[in-house]
């Protein structure tokens, strides 16, 4: 499959998932950029995901990550890929109040395994509040 056959695959799999009781629908994500290895996708955090101080829960903003990594994992022609294994750093708290970034790349692939680095920041901010490295593995094809 090429890739930017694989691309639109994803585009349309993930819109027709907004209409489904799915993880994607949930969160409400809107891919601002999905290229080969890449994807940035504008967030807004609902309230009902915010922790008592107001700010966005660790692990929502863990989820974020994990859906903007596998994206990019996934925007390669070939394969399935899955998290493997997932290392965060709170460097701030994230605003429950803001427009958010998501913003994934692969610094390295092989056959097997995908380590993604990615970021979350506020749309009007350079800085990164939770970094990511993440690796992914591919899944075996399938007869």
């Known amino acids: 499959m090429s890739l930017d056959i694989r691309l639109a695959a994803m585009r349309t799999e993930l819109d027709g998932a907004v209409s489904r009781d799915t993880f994607w629908a949930k969160l409400q994500a809107r891919i601002a950029i999905l290229e080969e290895d890449r994807a940035v996708l504008d967030l807004a955090p609902a309230a009902s995901r915010c ?3 107001g700010v966005v829960h660790g692990g929502e903003s863990a989820a974020m990550l994990d859906q903007a990594c596998g994206l990019a994992a996934n925007a390669t022609a070939e394969g399935r890929w899955v998290t493997g294994k997932a290392e965060l750093v709170y460097r701030a708290p994230v605003p429950g109040q803001a427009a958010l970034i998501c ?18 920041r506020t749309a009007e901010g350079d800085c ?11 899944l075996r094809d399938q007869p």
Do not use: C, H, P, Y
Request: charged share 30%; glycine share 4%.
């Open 103 to 120: 913003e994934a790349r692969v610094a390295k692939r092989t056959d097997r395994q995908a380590v993604v680095e990615g970021e979350i």
């Open 128 to 138: 990164a509040l939770v970094t990511a490295r993440m690796t992914f593995v591919r």
């Open 51 to 53: 922790n008592l101080a």
